[in-house]
């Protein structure tokens, strides 16, 4: 059983930066992507930024300019950069991992930025 363990959440405030990590039990070079996804209270999960095992990343609108997902195969950890974040980017963040069997999901960190 594969596991994504995230760190990185916290509170911030609005404005401010955080940088989530993900850490799978196995190779990143295993996964056809990775990437991360949010779900704020009440709403559906969403996608936030996805990279591919070929080098292409795609983000959100909402978080193109601000987010930058990276990968870094000798720490075998997907991050994502967050900077000037807003109250709207509270939510519960999910680091997402798919190869060709199957998906997995880490446990969620939370994100709070405060006003």
């Known amino acids: 059983q594969v596991q994504l363990v995230e760190s990185g959440g916290g509170l911030v405030q609005a404005g401010g930066s955080l940088r989530l990590s993900c850490a799978p039990s196995r190779s990143i070079d295993g996964f056809n992507d990775m990437g991360w996804y949010r779900q704020a209270p009440g709403q559906q999960r969403e996608l936030v930024a996805i990279?591919?095992?070929?080098?292409?990343?795609d983000y959100a609108d909402s978080a193109k300019g601000r987010f930058t997902i990276s990968r870094d195969n000798v720490k075998n950890t997907v991050y994502l950069q967050m900077n000037s974040l807003k109250p709207e980017d509270t939510a519960v963040y999910y680091c997402h991992a798919r190869d060709g069997w199957d998906t997995y999901w880490g446990q969620g960190t939370q994100v709070t930025v405060s006003s």
């Open positions: 990279s591919s095992s070929d080098g292409r990343t």
